[in-house]
């Protein structure tokens, strides 16, 4: 099992959507979750940091953390073409690894 | 305008030569880590340090890679010696500390032939 799972993708979404994008983590005892966009041929960036459980708003972003569950998720609401990108789940783990999932493509069509 | 920067931004090396990637984090962050990203592989982390002191590097290939810091503001990776197999773009990314957000360089494109 690896330690960050994401869907690859691509996921497709129409302008003005909603995307929701999710995240397994095995590490009972990880302790802070980020959600990173990397463009193509671009370093990641990134965008949402969640340490407690619930949701945390950052302008069209959201992002929802289940410890018990073991899930981080992203929405993006008014979804728009510059959105399309790859979004990188991080784990902090217990031991302190900052470990990454392989990423979901996001498309959005125009 | 703070940011990890990293050197150089592209690397073309035949096969069997040394090669040294650099990378100065932010100023204040006490926390480094250096990744490989690839298609097949994704971002796999290589080590981390935490004030200079390196805290895990299990996931290097330990007979040809190394990393260090020699001082606050530098971390090098070298690999010596190279095979085409280290093709791959390398971060270094930096973070206040072990818990919070990390920040990525632009990355060492590294191309061994």
């Known amino acids: 099992q690896k330690e960050v799972e994401q869907n690859s993708g691509p996921l497709s979404v129409p302008e003005g959507a909603i995307a929701s994008l999710n995240c397994t983590y095995s590490?009972?005892?990880?302790?802070?979750f980020f959600w990173y966009r990397q463009y193509s041929g671009k370093s990641p960036e990134l965008i949402m940091s969640?340490?407690?459980?619930g949701d945390k708003e950052d302008g069209r972003f959201t992002a929802q953390l289940n410890k018990a569950s073991q899930y981080v998720s992203l929405l993006i609401r008014d979804s728009q073409p510059s959105d399309s990108a790859t979004y990188l789940c991080?784990?902090?783990?217990?031991?302190?690894?900052?470990?990454f999932g392989t990423g979901t493509r996001l498309k959005v069509l125009a | 305008d703070a940011r990890v920067t990293q050197t150089p931004r592209h690397k073309v090396t035949e096969m069997g030569q040394e090669v040294t990637m650099r990378c100065q984090p932010i100023?204040?962050?006490?926390?480094v880590f250096w990744y490989r990203q690839t298609m097949m592989q994704g971002l796999e982390l290589l080590a981390y340090?935490?004030?200079?002191?390196?805290?895990?590097d299990s996931g290097m290939p330990k007979d040809r890679f190394s990393a260090e810091m020699p001082d606050a503001t530098l971390a090098t990776l070298k690999i010596q010696p190279s095979e085409p197999r280290d093709s791959a773009v390398y971060f270094c990314?930096?973070?206040?500390?072990?818990?919070?957000?990390?920040?990525f360089g632009q990355g060492t494109r590294l191309t061994v032939v």
């Open positions: 990314a930096s973070g206040p500390t072990l818990n919070t957000e990390a920040f």
């Open positions: 590490d009972r005892g990880s302790q802070s």
């Open positions: 969640i340490y407690s459980n």
């Open positions: 991080a784990v902090n783990s217990g031991t302190y690894k900052y470990i």
């Open positions: 100023l204040g962050h006490n926390t």
């Open positions: 340090f935490r004030n200079r002191a390196p805290l895990d």
